[in-house]
């Protein structure tokens, strides 16, 4: 039996600004974690973050769907 190869894990990174006139203050991008959706009327792809409203931003359609994941997914069927 000859097995796929999965997809790597990518860890998230964050890019740090520092302010060089005050010195020790520094402001980290956004850590919320950003969903893509496939808009159901125009099929544009769509990111959305927590708080964000649900809504195609190109049609202003309201039916999103989530994009299916790369990964392999396997069951175990009895």
Known sequence: MSQAQREAYVAPTTTTTF????????????LE?????????????????KGDQIRCKDCGHRILYKERTKRMVQFEAR
């Not at 159901?40 to 959305?48: A, D, F, I, P, R």
């Open 33 to 49: 974690p950003v969903t893509q959706y496939i808009c159901g009327e125009c099929s544009t792809k769509v990111q959305l973050q």
């Open 19 to 30: 302010d060089t006139a005050g010195g020790s203050n520094f402001a980290a991008t956004s």
